[in-house]
């Protein structure tokens, strides 16, 4: 079974820039979420989304949305990117929600705004 | 407020010896569950053990293996005959009802060989 897909791998962006990140989860897996991680701030929750809808959010400023498609994958949008921006994003797919739920990433993409 | 903390931001083992990665978390939910997950340089994150905090009974994974203290809240783990493929940083982590990982700062583990 293949694992959960993020793509692009890298991505370069300047400031003010948007950018669209996209992870298909694991065949059978209907929740997606999301982290960022970065040096100083180490690993944050971003979002979770299930059937579609999203179910909870960490605290991120509003540049950073999300949706999630009728086939599980999901998409994540920054709007007005920033310096601060540079991370990397992973996601992660379960089977459903909740928290008996074991989480899989992906390699994740590395976003590099200069 | 959710927290954890691992205090041990760099360890090292020979190669077959066995190695013990510290975890402490903060939390008021009852019902939680405790991950640790590696991440090797390829930096995909790994799952390696879990435990689900209703349990007493330590978890168990091949040569991985948590001592879960409730009252205490630590979570730590040990990582027995140390191969250099367990070269990677560890992360703890917590998830609670609101199914979004907590996790540490994590410990940059290297195996010597």
């Known amino acids: 079974k293949a694992g959960v897909t993020q793509t692009p791998r890298y991505l370069i962006k300047t400031r003010g820039q948007q950018v669209t990140l996209s992870c298909s989860p694991i065949s059978g897996h209907r929740s997606v979420s999301w982290y960022q991680q970065t040096p100083g701030q180490g690993l944050q929750f971003l979002f979770e989304y299930f059937s579609e809808t999203q179910r909870n959010k960490g605290n991120f400023p509003g540049r950073f949305s999300g949706r999630q498609f009728s086939n599980s994958r999901s998409e994540m949008n920054v709007s007005t990117l920033e310096l601060g921006d540079s991370a990397l994003y992973l996601c992660?797919?379960?089977?459903?929600?909740?928290?008996?739920?074991?989480?899989?990433f992906g390699d994740g993409t590395r976003l590099s705004i200069l | 407020a959710q927290t954890v903390t691992q205090s041990q931001p760099e360890m090292s083992v020979q190669e077959a010896e066995t190695v013990t990665l510290s975890c402490t978390y903060d939390?008021?939910?009852?019902?939680?569950?405790l991950f640790w997950y590696k991440q090797p340089p390829s930096r995909q994150m790994i799952l390696v053990i879990r435990?689900?905090?209703?349990?007493?009974q330590n978890a168990t994974e091949n040569r991985f293996s948590v001592n879960f203290q409730k009252a205490a809240k630590s979570f730590s783990l040990k990582i027995s005959d140390s191969q250099l493929g367990d070269t990677a940083m560890y992360f703890c982590a917590f998830i609670t009802g609101a199914n979004n990982l907590f996790f540490g700062t994590g410990t940059r583990l290297t195996v010597i060989p």
């Open positions: 992660a797919s379960s089977l459903t929600t909740g928290t008996n739920q074991p989480q899989h």
């Open positions: 435990q689900e905090a209703y349990k007493q």
């Open positions: 939390t008021s939910e009852s019902n939680y569950y």
